[in-house]
Nanobody, 126 residues
Framework: QAHFVESGGGLVQPGGSLRLSCSAS????????IGWFRQVPGKEREGVSC????????YYADSVKGRFTVSRDKAKNTVYLQMESLKPEDTAVYYC???????????????????WGQGTLVTVSS
């Protein structure tokens, strides 16, 4: 059964770094759009970064541009979200998602219907 295993969340001080991983099982990430989303209790889930499944285009939300980097390791069938210069407002549960029908770098949760990770909590606090 297709699923993601997420890892890498935790507690980090402001200005610190974390790398989140999503390892795909039961399906290949090739040609699939990949999205990273985050959600704070009481707020809607928002798109952080989304990779096109057909080319090299990547979208980053303005709030993370220049600090977060998404990448894909085809050999490991894994995607990563490298987060630098973390801020308290980055605190959230982070989710990865994949879909073979998502268009380009569309980065809305409703566009990803195929597979979602279980979420991993990132807390940025001193």
């Amino acid at each position: 059964q297709a699923h993601f295993v997420e890892s890498g969340g935790g507690l980090v001080q402001p200005g610190g770094s974390l790398r989140l991983s999503c390892s795909a099982s039961g399906f290949t990430l090739d040609s699939r759009g990949i999205g990273w989303f985050r959600q704070v209790p009481g707020k809607e889930r928002e798109g952080v970064s989304c990779m096109s499944g057909m080319d090299s285009r990547i979208y980053y939300a303005d709030s993370v541009k220049g600090r977060f980097t998404v990448s894909r390791d085809k050999a490991k069938n894994t995607v990563y979200l490298q987060m630098e210069s973390l801020k308290p407002e980055d605190t959230a549960v982070y989710y990865c998602a994949a879909d073979d029908m998502v268009a380009g770098t569309v980065c809305f949760p409703w566009a990803y219907k195929e597979v979602w990770g279980q979420g991993t909590l990132v807390t940025v606090s001193s």
